[in-house]
């Protein structure tokens, strides 16, 4: 199968190193774009500078590297996009979508994380202040091709931050502003961000922008019931151990390597999940004994 017009990406936060579970979802993205012949882009989510840790921009590419992962074109980096995040604003802004917000963290408490509307009607100044975009009281569905339906109601998180108080944009703006301006397909991605694509399906929607497809992979349970990633800092994935770990990413994403790829290399172990990737085999769950950790 060939499909020219299929792009998808990789867009990694430099908050860390890569973990086991975002080898995982950059996988899905790679080998679902290269099955179909499509592009793979690479896209630095460096949003948010006092969050992110030194070096670690670097080593993301680099275990991408090692691990045998080739991206189409430059690295594109949100830093340096900020000019097009802030006209986007500027816009939802002037049409009457967003509104300034200036409530503290301590005004916030108590609301079950949804924002309870209070300066809605507040008409404040846009100075120093957060700017949420209004949310209609609507449910939101897609078809997911592995999660099937998704659906949620925009009012259970409430009007959201599009900018912060700080001045630096939110995740939820600029991806939906860079997936289409990077002409992105196909969204590929770990399943912690399922519920945040009714807020994307939104925006795309006001902005007029196309509604790519979306493949949420399982997230990788512990033992304890912890998501991988989340509360342990992670050391960042060995290179040594990159065609063992690919094949363990492999069998958690339902795949079946032949158990002749256990001493090849990385690109070989790429080379032939390319060719024999099967979306559908992925499963909506995974525990850690299939993905089989150390
Ligand atoms: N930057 C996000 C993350 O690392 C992923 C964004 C996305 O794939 O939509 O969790
Ligand atoms: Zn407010």
Redesign the pocket.
């Known amino acids: 199968m060939t499909d020219s017009a299929y792009i998808g ?5 430099p908050s860390g190193y890569l973990h086991f579970g ?1 080898l995982v ?1 950059a996988l899905a993205s790679y080998l679902d774009a290269r099955h179909a012949g499509g592009q793979w882009l690479l896209r630095m ?1 460096d949003l948010d500078p006092p969050r992110e840790m030194p070096g670690a921009q670097a080593a993301i590419l680099r275990t991408l590297e090692d691990y045998g992962f080739e991206w189409d074109g430059q690295v594109l980096y949100q830093s340096q996009r900020l000019a097009a995040y802030a006209a986007v604003v500027e816009q939802l802004l002037e049409r009457g979508l967003a509104y300034a917000c200036t409530c503290s963290r301590k005004q916030l408490e108590g609301h079950a994380g949804r924002y309870p509307g209070t300066c809605r009607a507040a008409g404040h100044a846009l100075q120093g202040t957060a700017i949420r975009l209004r949310v209609p009281d609507c449910t939101y569905h897609f078809t997911d091709r592995v999660q099937g339906m998704f659906s949620q109601a925009l009012q259970e998180a409430g009007d959201f931050i599009i900018r912060r108080r700080d001045g630096l944009f939110a ?1 939820q703006l600029a ?1 939906v502003v860079d ?1 289409a301006w990077q002409g992105v397909t196909d ?1 590929v ?2 399943a ?2 399922l519920d ?1 694509t009714p807020r994307q399906l939104y925006l795309q929607q006001l902005l007029g922008l196309p509604q790519p497809r979306y493949l949420h992979v399982p997230l990788i349970i512990q033992p304890d019931g912890q998501k991988l990633g989340k509360r342990y800092r992670s050391p960042p994935l060995p290179a040594q151990q990159a065609a063992p770990l690919l094949l363990r990413a492999l069998r958690a994403l339902g795949q079946q390597p032949p158990g002749a790829l256990h001493d090849a290399m990385p690109h070989e172990v790429m080379r032939w999940a390319i060719t024999h990737w099967q979306a559908a085999r992925i499963p909506r769950c995974a525990s850690l004994a299939e993905a089989q950790l150390p």
């Open positions: 990406r990789f867009a990694p936060t975002s979802a989510e995740y991806v997936d969204v991605r770990g912690d961000l945040s």
